[in-house]
């Protein structure tokens, strides 16, 4: 009984209303409906960029041979010097020689440290020292270094790139050759021609990072985002709509050769128990917030019973408990028979119930009195609590005969309003854990178009709950975290 009564606070029904003409003394009739709930979310929008184009722009600009040298020296070696008797005698001449080489670059390797891209330029120099005697005879040296760009990108408020390069290196094998037991090195000669081509990456690397196109890709997902997201397709359809506020920038991180922005839509998400709702009008990708997104999902599902299916539960108690007579004080037992109930929303937030009777007194002859006994209550519930009680009873009446007094005696004896309130009272406790499961893996990652959602809830929070004209409305507060991936097909 309680699982069929809890489906119907799965589902968002049209009240059920009596066909008779209702009596003068019913309620009024409730007409306001239970509200979407609408909270303020905070969605991970990850963006991508691919510095797959900034490599390759580099290893255009950068060109293989970095630089030549083909330089005539008066002096590769210094003079030998000895000495005899305490003075210095030169022994050997100044070598004079021809060097000539070339720095070369291998290919282009690009990673990530933490918020910096790092370009790797690997350097290999091949320097040969030819001198007009022949005595260095065509010695090789060779050297290796390695260079570093290390690059930072800004992102301004209005969506453009900036980036900064800083390039360093250092000769992992300085080139040199050994002559007469002496090392001779050429990096002096090597880095004044590096420090150019230094200067020429640096500004190339700008260049490039002014052209990665944000932007472009914000406002395509920011304009989609203007939509509506199923995250249960039936029993019962939910459908959450989003529409944007704003967009938290918190830095970047370097994976591979893509750029992950951590970036965050402030949004309004608001929830239906129904069809999709229609999509929010878009409006202009505003400009960019600094400040560190924390995404959270805050959600409220309404859960909405509708009074027609709670008839039934106040009819088969009413006629279980007709087999056994009611005591009335001084007036004795009664009989009586119950038609079947009317159940809707009346003012003020009250639920009321109305119950045609037919009664008749044990120790009277005579006709039975006949009318209808109306009650009202407020639905109530504790704090996260999914047991749902009626208190703050009220009983009225009205009967065909002078013995209409005894149906209201009837109404306000201790065994009748307490009867229908304990018939109305459910706990869903354990519905609620099933219907938590059903929603953690209908929610769980699912595609809608262009969008991947991934959804996680953390925690389920039972509301208060309330009645309105449509029914009975327990919100349901789902508090967990999403992302809304744009992945457009290809």
Same mark, same amino acid.
């Given at each position: 009984?309680?699982?069929?009564?809890?489906?119907?606070?799965?589902?968002?029904?049209?009240?059920?209303?009596?066909?008779?003409? $209702?009596?003068?003394?019913?309620?009024?009739?409730?007409?306001?409906?239970?509200?979407?709930?609408?909270? +303020?979310?905070?969605?991970?929008?990850?963006?991508?960029?691919?510095?797959?184009?900034?490599?390759?722009?580099?290893?255009?600009?950068?060109?293989? &041979?970095?630089? #030549?040298?083909?330089?005539?020296?008066?002096?590769? %070696?210094?003079?030998?010097?000895?000495? %005899?008797?305490?003075? +210095?005698?030169?022994?050997?001449?100044? /070598?004079?020689?021809?060097?000539?080489?070339?720095?070369?670059?291998?290919?282009?390797?690009?990673?990530?440290?933490?918020?910096?891209?790092?370009?790797?330029?690997?350097?290999?120099?091949?320097?040969?020292?030819? =001198?007009?005697?022949?005595?260095?005879?065509?010695?090789?040296?060779?050297?290796?270094?390695?260079?570093?760009?290390?690059?930072?990108?800004?992102? $301004?408020?209005?969506?453009?790139?900036?980036?900064?390069?800083?390039?360093?290196?250092?000769?992992?094998?300085?080139?040199?050759?050994?002559?007469?037991? +002496?090392?001779?090195?050429? &990096?002096?000669?090597?880095?004044?021609?590096? +420090?150019?081509?230094?200067?020429?990456?640096?500004?190339?690397? &700008?260049?490039? /990072?002014?052209?990665?196109?944000?932007?472009?890709?914000?406002?395509?997902?920011?304009?989609?985002?203007?939509?509506?997201?199923?995250?249960?397709?039936?029993?019962?359809?939910?459908?959450?709509?989003?529409?944007?506020?704003? /967009?938290?920038?918190?830095?970047?991180?370097?994976? !591979?050769?893509?750029?992950?922005?951590?970036? !965050?839509?402030?949004?309004? #998400?608001? #929830?239906?128990?129904?069809?999709?709702?229609?999509?929010?009008?878009?409006?202009?990708?505003?400009?960019?917030?600094?400040?560190?997104?924390?995404?959270?999902? =805050?959600?409220?599902?309404?859960?909405?019973? @509708?009074?027609?299916?709670?008839?039934?539960?106040?009819?088969?108690?009413?006629?279980?408990?007709?087999?056994?007579?009611?005591?009335?004080?001084?007036?004795?037992?009664?009989?009586?028979?119950?038609?079947?109930?009317?159940?809707?929303?009346?003012? *003020?937030?009250?639920?009321?119930?109305?119950?045609? %009777?037919?009664?008749?007194?044990?120790?009277?002859?005579?006709?039975?009195?006949?009318?209808?006994?109306?009650?009202?209550?407020?639905?109530?519930?504790?704090?996260?609590?999914?047991?749902?009680?009626?208190?703050?009873?009220?009983?009225? !009446?009205?009967?065909?005969?002078?013995?209409?007094?005894?149906?209201?005696?009837? *109404?306000?004896?201790?065994?009748?309003?307490?009867?229908?309130?304990?018939?109305?009272?459910?706990?869903?406790?354990?519905?609620?854990?099933?219907?938590?499961?059903?929603?953690?893996?209908?929610? @769980?990652?699912?595609?809608?178009?262009?969008?991947?959602?991934?959804?996680?809830? @953390?925690?389920?929070?039972?509301?208060?709950?309330?009645?309105?004209?449509?029914?009975?409305?327990?919100?349901?507060?789902?508090?967990?975290?999403?992302?809304? @991936?744009?992945?457009?097909?290809?």
């Amino acid at each position: 009984m309680r699982a069929k009564a809890f489906v119907a606070l799965l589902l968002m029904g049209s009240l059920a209303a009596c066909d008779r003409k $209702t009596d003068i003394e019913a309620p009024p009739r409730a007409t306001d409906e239970a509200p979407s709930p609408s909270q +303020k979310s905070l969605i991970a929008v990850p963006i991508n960029a691919n510095t797959a184009s900034l490599k390759q722009a580099l290893e255009r600009a950068v060109p293989k &041979t970095l630089w #030549t040298i083909n330089r005539h020296e008066r002096a590769c %070696v210094k003079p030998q010097q000895v000495k %005899v008797f305490g003075k +210095k005698v030169k022994v050997t001449p100044p /070598i004079a020689c021809t060097i000539v080489g070339q720095v070369t670059r291998g290919p282009l390797r690009l990673r990530g440290e933490g918020a910096e891209i790092v370009v790797d330029v690997p350097l290999n120099a091949r320097i040969a020292a030819r =001198d007009v005697g022949g005595v260095l005879k065509g010695e090789t040296a060779t050297g290796a270094a390695m260079a570093h760009a290390r690059i930072r990108v800004g992102l $301004t408020p209005d969506w453009r790139t900036q980036g900064k390069a800083r390039i360093t290196y250092g000769w992992t094998r300085a080139p040199g050759i050994d002559f007469l037991g +002496k090392r001779i090195t050429f &990096t002096d000669e090597a880095d004044a021609k590096l +420090k150019p081509v230094v200067a020429g990456i640096e500004r190339e690397v &700008t260049r490039e /990072i002014a052209k990665l196109d944000i932007r472009k890709q914000a406002a395509d997902i920011w304009r989609q985002s203007f939509t509506a997201l199923e995250l249960n397709r039936e029993n019962p359809p939910v459908w959450m709509r989003v529409t944007p506020q704003r /967009i938290l920038y918190g830095g970047y991180r370097i994976d !591979g050769q893509r750029m992950n922005l951590n970036l !965050g839509m402030e949004a309004i #998400t608001e #929830t239906f128990v129904s069809g999709r709702p229609t999509d929010p009008a878009p409006t202009p990708l505003p400009r960019l917030v600094r400040e560190t997104p924390k995404p959270h999902l =805050d959600v409220r599902v309404p859960v909405i019973a @509708d009074y027609a299916q709670l008839q039934p539960v106040v009819d088969r108690t009413l006629a279980k408990r007709s087999k056994r007579p009611f005591a009335l004080p001084k007036l004795g037992p009664m009989m009586v028979t119950f038609g079947k109930s009317t159940i809707y929303a009346a003012a *003020g937030g009250r639920v009321a119930v109305g119950v045609d %009777v037919e009664a008749k007194l044990e120790m009277r002859s005579g006709e039975p009195t006949r009318g209808r006994i109306w009650m009202t209550a407020v639905p109530a519930n504790k704090p996260g609590s999914a047991e749902v009680h009626f208190a703050d009873l009220v009983i009225n !009446g009205d009967t065909d005969g002078v013995g209409g007094d005894l149906l209201i005696l009837l *109404g306000q004896s201790e065994g009748f309003a307490p009867l229908i309130a304990e018939a109305l009272t459910q706990n869903f406790t354990k519905d609620l854990d099933e219907l938590q499961v059903k929603i953690r893996r209908a929610v @769980d990652q699912r595609r809608e178009g262009a969008f991947v959602i991934r959804t996680r809830v @953390d925690s389920f929070e039972t509301g208060e709950i309330k009645a309105y004209g449509n029914g009975l409305y327990l919100p349901v507060r789902m508090v967990g975290g999403a992302s809304v @991936d744009y992945r457009p097909a290809k």
